[in-house]
């Protein structure tokens, strides 16, 4: 029995499951959804490794696949609409992902002056923005107390995604409440071109390699789940490149979205569940505190600003607060709850800023303490 829990892709399989069965649990009009599967991950997580003494090894490539395949389908799907948005909204959701991210930085450098941390506090920030792009930079910066960094991220990271995800949740009944009716998804003729859907991968991979140096420091890159967003949003807005159409109908998208979808977030579950925990029971609640302060202040900020200021309609305006904190989880349950792409065509006209963002005040913070 334990050799069988040991082997990844059963207990992927596993999670996936169970976390299809209590998603679809309803109590007053409120389920979890697909996000249920994160946390059916997180509890295996360490119940395997606390009971039973097995440490689960997700391969990191079947994780990214698993992304990617995830981004670039929601990327396809929301294209139609990219172009008009961002002449709508462009300017708005840059400014919208500096109030994010300079709203967590506040907060951060507000709670260094606080707890004698400072390493695990920064890299709370980037946890409780769920940012890699801001982890690679702030374990950068920090050198030998790298690992301080990284335990604060593990810390702060699974509150960040609880926090987004019933940010979505709250918001997507809110707006269901006052609609009563999803916008269907547009049917059209297109079927699934695969070496289209790769090339859309490969295009996205290799502009996410590409590294623009900010600092003497840091670096700024799309990596490759930015990039292959940016890669599904162009490419699908233009339509084709001579005979190659990137054009795929939406209902074929929509199955590998949630087989995908599913595999990440139980990796994701999977990955954290049991060092996040761990890192609680040894570091105190002070900088699971941190992140769940910074997330929930981040929302709230992006709100205020992005409804109130900025004018910016609901649903774009979820998605653009996903991306301010670079959240695919959140996206994930905004995109459930809503049932429309544009969530997504915020998300990715506010993603590459605030990556921009993070970087900056990531170094900031470093600097100021």
Known sequence: MKGILA???????????????????EYKHIKLGGSATLFVGLFLSYSLKAFMSIDLVIDKTLFLMSLIGFIATV????????????????????ILSFFVTATGGLMTYIMISRLNTPYQVIGSYVGALTSSPGLASALELAGTNSPNVGLGYAIAYVPGVLVVILFAQIM????????????????????????A???????????????????????????????????????????????????????????????????FLSIVGLNYG?????????????????GLLTGITSILVGMIVGKYLLKIETVYLVGGICGGMTSTPGLAAAIEKFNEEEVVTGYGATYPFALIFMILFTNLLFIGY
């Open 197 to 263: 859907f790769m090339l859309v991968i490969l295009l996205g991979i290799l502009l996410g390699s590409f590294k623009l140096k900010i600092t003497d420091s840091a670096s700024l890159s799309l990596g490759m789940t930015g990039g292959v967003l940016v890669s599904a949003l162009i490419l699908g807005s233009i339509k084709s490149i001579g005979k190659v159409s990137f054009q795929f109908n939406h209902k074929q998208l929509q199955i590998i979205r949630n087989i995908s979808l599913n595999l």
């Open 172 to 195: 997507g009944r809110a707006q269901n409440t006052v609609s009563k009716s999803h916008k269907p998804i547009e049917e059209n003729e297109y079927g699934f071109n695969i070496g």
């Open 7 to 25: 082997n990844p892709l059963f207990i992927i399989a596993l999670v996936v499951m169970v976390g299809q069965v209590l998603g679809n649990i």
């Open 75 to 94: 990327g396809l799907a929301a294209s139609g609409n990219i172009i008009n948005t961002l002449k709508k909204y462009g300017l708005k959701f840059m």
């Open 274 to 290: 049991y060092s996040a925990m761990v890192a609680v029971k040894t570091s105190g609640l002070a900088l699971l505190f941190v």
